[in-house]
């Protein structure tokens, strides 16, 4: 016979490793700190040992001891387990949400058009999007899954692979000159946009290094619009404020709709960073996180 009754207190005790205090803990399981910690503390009294190191202070202030640790990736599985057989229980009707996470950017120029192609294969998935340039703690469960773009190193977390990106010289169509032919010397006299949005180890290109690749010997001017956010960027070469060094997969719609223009589309510029589809171990045990990742995974790339 099974002994389900300490059941709530294994939960207690999962949710409070992985988010190292028992606040963390209490948002996810919808009840209050103290009440975690009586929960922890009497699994605690069963097996006769603390089952966390506690700190006063820090980021994480519960460690688990080394017999808690060898035995919450079996209570993880086990807790999961029990979750799917309850979502067993209400039938194929019942409908799953996955919550993904990505910047403001791609989830408006690249992610919403292709969401409905998802929920066609997945009718009984739900999406919600979160939609933050910060980066979402994917490991204690502040989203389900998400792109980032990036090297593709992140800790906690599983990266896949999405597709590559590059540099791109764009405005709108009516910030083209009258013959539409928009040379490197006509770029270089326009008003530039600048994106001071910090993309470190990315090989992300200035204007002048762009121009210089492009043939212009001299340095554009110390002018321009400068923006701390690519969104914004992009929004203002969307409204004709000047020419942008974008993202290309950020400008795919706009690109497609025509509003935008990729200028001189025989330089290029990769760049060493690319999208990735992260999410946790854990969440990945979900049936309908792990079937988003495989159906974003798998979803053709920006040619």
Do not use: M
């Given at each position: 016979m099974r002994n389900l009754t300490r059941l709530k207190s294994l939960q207690a005790l999962e949710a409070a490793a992985r988010h190292g205090s028992f606040v963390g803990a209490s948002t996810e399981l919808d009840v209050t700190p103290p009440a975690v910690g009586q929960l922890v503390r009497s699994l605690e009294d069963w097996v006769g040992y603390p089952l966390f190191k506690r700190a006063r202070s820090g980021a994480e202030r519960l460690t688990p001891v080394e017999e808690a640790r060898d035995a919450l990736d079996d209570i993880s599985q086990g807790l999961d387990m029990l979750e799917s057989?309850?979502?067993?229980?209400r039938g194929r009707k019942a409908r799953s949400v996955v919550v993904v996470t990505a910047s403001q950017a791609?989830?408006?120029?690249?992610?919403?058009?292709?969401?409905?192609?998802?929920?066609?294969?997945?009718?009984n998935i739900d999406v919600r999007l979160?939609?933050?340039?910060?980066v979402i703690d994917l490991s204690q469960g502040e989203a389900d899954i998400g792109i980032r773009c990036g090297l593709g190193s992140w800790k906690g977390v599983k990266s896949t692979f999405l597709m590559g990106e590059e540099i791109i010289?764009?405005?709108?169509?009516?910030?083209?000159?009258?013959?539409?032919?928009a040379t490197a010397g006509w770029i270089?006299?326009?008003t530039l946009i600048h994106d001071g949005t910090p993309h470190p180890g990315g090989d992300f290109p200035t204007w002048t290094e762009w121009l210089a690749r492009s043939g212009?010997?001299?340095?554009?001017?110390?002018?321009?619009?400068?923006?701390n956010s690519t969104a914004a960027?992009?929004?203002?070469?969307?409204?004709?404020?000047?020419?942008?060094?974008?993202?290309?997969?950020l400008v795919a719609q706009e690109l497609e709709s025509g509003r935008l223009v990729h200028l001189m589309p025989e330089v290029r510029?990769?760049?060493?960073?690319?999208?990735?589809?992260?999410?946790?171990?854990?969440?990945?045990?979900?049936y309908e996180v792990n079937a988003f990742h495989d159906w974003l995974a798998g979803h053709p790339a920006i040619p």
């Open positions: 057989g309850l979502r067993k229980l791609l989830v408006a120029n690249w992610l919403l058009a292709r969401l409905a192609d998802f929920s066609a294969g997945y009718p979160d939609v933050s340039d910060r010289a764009v405005c709108h169509n009516k910030f083209l000159p009258p013959d539409q032919t270089a006299e326009q212009v010997n001299h340095p554009p001017s110390d002018g321009g619009l400068k923006i960027v992009i929004q203002a070469a969307v409204t004709a404020r000047g020419v942008a060094l974008v993202r290309k997969a510029w990769p760049v060493k960073w690319a999208y990735y589809v992260v999410a946790s171990a854990k969440a990945l045990r979900r």
